[in-house]
């Protein structure tokens, strides 16, 4: 069986150093591994719009700000398809039939899309189309038969979702559909990096991120910002690493290599660790060591960045090459799936020749 690659990003504003630990520097090793037969990464804008739908400049502006985190991270479009979800119609068709299949209680349980209309406000008014966001996803996880699927611990619910919804489809109308598995950052702190501010989740939705694409300033201004432990008040008292947001991003960045170069009194991490717990380790200066950390990841991103962007029309050709692509792969899914739902009137000889029959007696 082929392995093929599914994952994507919603172009509501730059990716972060959340959308890298989670998922996109897990996406460059893997692309680059060469073990994979396909790679397609999607920037879901009509997604996006399923909850900006007052605001389509807002995902419109943002497509080619991912596509520009994409390849200043390092996705080459030698080897893996990006392309952007609206361009595929084939994707729409695929959730209408998947709809059938699913129930709304079944949506009305899934603790991502439950936690994202609680912190969107949507509660009185959730639009049917970002309700049914999930129905959607497994249509563009399926629709390139997927195997495996590398994202962040918040889609969790999603890829279940799509393994029933193959389920169902392959019990219902026969073997169709590839079940995905989804590969989770195997770091812990990966899993769901908070924000800046020690909340959940970094989220372009709350405004409490480190973008990719930040100056060297900014990245250290936010930083320095940083949530601790709110009972460290003194260097010599000890300190708490639980919910410590500056040692959750030690974890989630930080090598041994970078001791010796910023910090060598320490050989590692577990090293500074046990100093903050004993006490006499001041805040301000593990937050500059992550300053350093994070300035030595982001530099070289912010750089490529800078040169992409010069050939803005570049990157649009990428994304319509790509488009192209995908949109190709997916109409042979579509294909199998009408095939199998035998709704494919004109193609089946069979069902013509069955009717005539039927109505010359
Ligand atoms: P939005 O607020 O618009 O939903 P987002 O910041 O949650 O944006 P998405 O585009 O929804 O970003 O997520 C893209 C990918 O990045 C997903 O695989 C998701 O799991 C991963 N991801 C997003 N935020 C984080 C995070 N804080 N930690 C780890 N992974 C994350
Ligand atoms: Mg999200």
Do not use: W
């Not at 879901?44 to 399923?50: C, R, S």
């Not at 195997?147 to 489809?169: A, C, N, R, S, Y």
């Amino acid at each position: 069986m082929s392995k093929i690659i599914l994952t994507g990003d919603r172009p509501t504003g730059k990716l972060h150093v959340g959308h890298y630990a989670g998922s996109l520097r897990r996406r460059v090793e893997l692309q680059d591994s060469g073990e994979y037969d396909k790679i397609y990464i999607m920037i879901a804008d009509a997604q996006a719009l399923t909850d900006n739908a007052d605001d389509p400049e807002k995902v419109r502006q943002n497509v080619v700000e991912v596509a520009l985190d994409y390849m200043a991270c390092g996705l080459d479009p030698a080897k893996s398809t990006l392309f952007i979800q609206s361009q595929i119609p084939e994707l729409c068709e695929l959730s209408f039939y998947y709809m059938n299949l699913v129930t709304v209680s079944r949506l009305q349980r899934n603790p991502t899309v439950k936690a994202e209309i609680q912190m969107r406000n949507f509660e009185a008014s959730i639009p049917v189309g970002f309700f049914t966001y999930p129905i959607s996803q497994a249509a563009d996880i399926t629709a390139f038969q997927a195997t495996t699927v590398p994202v962040g611990e918040d889609q969790m619910p999603m890829l279940e979702q799509t393994k029933e919804i193959v389920h169902k489809f392959n019990t219902v109308y026969g073997d169709t559909l590839t079940e995905p598995k989804i590969l989770l950052p195997d770091n812990q702190a990966c899993l769901r990096l908070p924000g800046i501010d020690g909340k959940a989740k970094m989220s372009k939705s709350l405004g409490n991120c480190i973008y990719l694409s930040e100056e060297a300033d900014e990245v250290k201004k936010k930083v320095m910002s940083m949530f601790t432990d709110p009972g460290h008040l003194r260097v010599e008292d000890p300190g708490s690493l639980e919910g410590n947001t500056v040692f959750i991003y030690l974890d989630a960045f930080c090598k041994d290599e970078h001791f010796e170069r910023y910090l060598p009194d320490y050989a590692n991490l577990d090293e500074l660790k046990a100093h903050y717990q004993r006490g006499g380790l001041g805040d301000v200066k593990v937050k500059k060591f992550l300053n350093h950390v994070m300035q030595e990841t982001l530099e070289p991103i912010r750089n490529r960045r800078k040169e992409l962007q010069k050939d803005i029309p570049y990157i649009y050709e990428v994304l319509k090459k790509g488009s192209q692509e995908a949109k190709a792969a997916a109409a042979k899914t579509l294909d199998n799936v009408r095939n199998a739902m035998k709704i494919n009137y004109f193609a089946d000889q069979e069902l013509i020749q069955q009717q005539s029959e039927k109505f010359k007696n």
